[in-house]
């Protein structure tokens, strides 16, 4: 059996660029390279091929091959996070930024787009917003694991990977129905996460419809959430409304 799109796979693997891994499935990699970090999820990775989690070069060469298969593959900027666009970069009023001042090299977010400061010049700050690693050739080094063929266990994957936590879960005609402790609807990033979420269910599983169940114990949610696929974190900017009485200039 060989990979395909569509198929749910597990995955090990480590990402370097230059001979410097920058990323590992592996927490005694990570460890060993000084990358570990506390609110990583390690172990072997849950993979959709066909739903943008990896690069396309990345994807492409996971298609046609066996579980167990180990293997290196070098991917160029076209095939990974594409080549820098001159175009991509913004000048913005210093007066966008609310409480963290602006210093070169900061990952800042504005209007929905995630930059990087270049450049701190009197009250203008010039913000790149291609990749980091646009231009960069990246290799991988992995392994597959593992195929998922059942459909429960296929919606379990979906909720640990991109909600990072365990939720009750099943599948009763062709609907799945999650439970989820209502101290959830404190987290703002809830409200993106469970959208997301019902969108890959559907898509990936085939499935009619996503009902979320809320359940009340009294229990205090403890677990860290992101937004699904890797948003990255970044210093918050004002928005075009609340800049309409400082700066007529907009990004």
Same mark, same amino acid.
């Given at each position: 059996?060989?990979?395909?799109?569509?198929?749910?796979?597990? $995955?090990?693997?480590?990402?370097?660029?230059? !001979?410097?891994?920058?990323?590992?499935?592996?927490?005694?990699?990570?460890?060993? #390279?000084?990358?570990y970090?506390?609110?990583?999820?390690?172990?072997?990775?849950? $993979?959709? $091929?066909?739903?943008?989690?990896?690069?396309?070069?990345?994807?492409?060469?996971?298609?046609?091959?066996?579980?167990?298969?180990? !293997?290196?593959?070098?991917?160029?900027?076209?095939?990974?996070?594409g080549?820098?666009?001159?175009?991509?970069?913004?000048?913005?009023?210093?007066?966008?930024?609310?409480e963290?001042?602006?210093?070169?090299?900061?990952?800042?977010? /504005?209007?929905?787009?995630?930059?990087?400061?270049?450049?701190?010049?009197?009250?203008?700050?010039?913000?790149?917003?291609n990749?980091?690693?646009?231009?960069?050739?990246?290799?991988?080094?992995?392994? /597959?694991?593992?195929? /998922?063929?059942?459909?429960?266990? #296929?919606?379990?994957?979906?909720?640990?990977?991109?909600?990072?936590?365990?939720?009750?879960?099943?599948?009763?005609?062709?609907?799945?129905? $999650?439970?989820?402790?209502?101290?959830?609807?404190?987290?703002?990033?809830?409200?993106?996460?469970?959208? !997301?979420?019902?969108?890959m269910?559907?898509?990936?599983?085939?499935?009619?419809?996503?009902?979320?169940?809320?359940?009340?114990?009294?229990?205090?949610?403890?677990?860290?959430?992101?937004?699904?696929?890797?948003?990255?974190?970044?210093?918050?900017?004002?928005?075009?409304?609340?800049?309409?009485?400082?700066?007529?200039?907009?990004?």
């Amino acid at each position: 059996m060989t990979v395909k799109n569509g198929d749910f796979i597990r $995955i090990d693997y480590t990402e370097s660029v230059e !001979g410097q891994v920058i990323a590992a499935t592996d927490k005694d990699v990570a460890t060993e #390279k000084g990358i570990y970090n506390e609110e990583g999820q390690y172990g072997p990775h849950l $993979i959709v $091929i066909g739903a943008g989690q990896l690069v396309k070069g990345f994807e492409d060469d996971l298609i046609g091959k066996e579980i167990g298969y180990s !293997g290196k593959v070098e991917i160029p900027p076209e095939g990974a996070f594409g080549l820098r666009d001159p175009k991509k970069t913004e000048i913005v009023p210093i007066n966008r930024f609310k409480e963290k001042k602006p210093v070169p090299g900061m990952r800042i977010g /504005i209007e929905n787009k995630v930059g990087t400061v270049t450049r701190v010049f009197g009250r203008k700050v010039s913000v790149d917003f291609n990749h980091p690693l646009a231009d960069r050739t990246i290799v991988y080094e992995y392994k /597959i694991n593992e195929f /998922i063929e059942d459909r429960q266990e #296929k919606l379990k994957a979906l909720i640990k990977t991109f909600a990072r936590m365990d939720l009750e879960a099943e599948i009763k005609d062709d609907v799945a129905i $999650i439970t989820v402790l209502w101290e959830l609807s404190y987290y703002k990033e809830w409200l993106m996460i469970r959208r !997301g979420l019902a969108d890959m269910i559907i898509q990936h599983l085939g499935l009619k419809e996503v009902d979320y169940v809320e359940k009340h114990t009294g229990e205090r949610v403890t677990a860290e959430l992101i937004s699904p696929p890797a948003k990255e974190p970044a210093a918050e900017v004002t928005g075009p409304e609340e800049l309409k009485s400082e700066e007529t200039t907009t990004a």
